[in-house]
């Protein structure tokens, strides 16, 4: 009997560990440079910084540490340092996945898989992960899409534990004049960071996102990316509850890369629903994620 196919695991080859970034391609890309129409850039990241931000408790908090400053000088004398003259350096320790990150292929697993059914045993306690890990990602430069579904319900964040539905998904498309094509990145704006600097920056794991008839929608339009300016991109409490289900159906089966803790607001102020989408994660071996600032112009 036929082993039934998951997803788009073997659709690029029984190594492929890229996932859904296969469908982006010179073509692609040039197409997404003539989607701007203002040229204003937009920094959709979230600083990394101790408090302020959405942090996970059992992440930790983000440290910046100064290596070097003045008092350090000296150091420089044997090759040539004058005084007065030195420089300044850092220490910076966090969770992979803190304040804006995108996942890699191997974060989540199902039934003991990764993406394209590579085992979890592949990730290793010291040195990470053998497959699927965010440096086989590479720079992302594609067509994005805002889908402002707080905007398209006329509030200012969606209520907490929301779940988006794939009727709120394509409603608020049409609601904008715009269609998703294979190899776009789809930003998904629910209102939540929005919500927790408007109350005393109080960290709440109960958060509006997308469902899994949401999740099956967007692998069914091959977007290479869904992003959020949520902690899971997918609602919490899990819908339906089927515990990281969003995850596994877009990560897992269909190696869509999630991009977590979006700073959304100023696109959606200007309305800007189209735009060339620009991310490069870190190339850190076998990581489960990076922290990235992704760029949007309008």
Known sequence: MTEQKIGNWGRWGADDERGALNLLDPGTTLAATRVSRTGKVYSLGLPIQRAGIPLVDYRGTPQRLTLLNHLDEHMYEPYGGKPGVGCHEDVLTLASHTSTHMDALCHVYSDGKTYNGFGNDAMETYGGAARCGIEKAGPVVTRGVLIDVARYKQVDWLEAGYVITQEDLEDTL???????????????????????????????????????????????RDVVAVCSDNTAVEAQPFDRDEFLGGHVELLVRHGIYLIEHLNLSELAADGCHEFLFMVSPLRITGATASPVNPVAVG
């Open 174 to 220: 049409k609601s904008q004049g715009v269609q998703l094509q294979p190899g776009d990145a789809a930003l998904i704006r629910t209102g939540w960071v929005d919500w927790f600097f408007a109350n005393g920056q109080e960290m709440s794991l109960v958060q509006p996102g997308i469902g899994l008839a949401a999740a099956a929608f967007l692998a069914s």
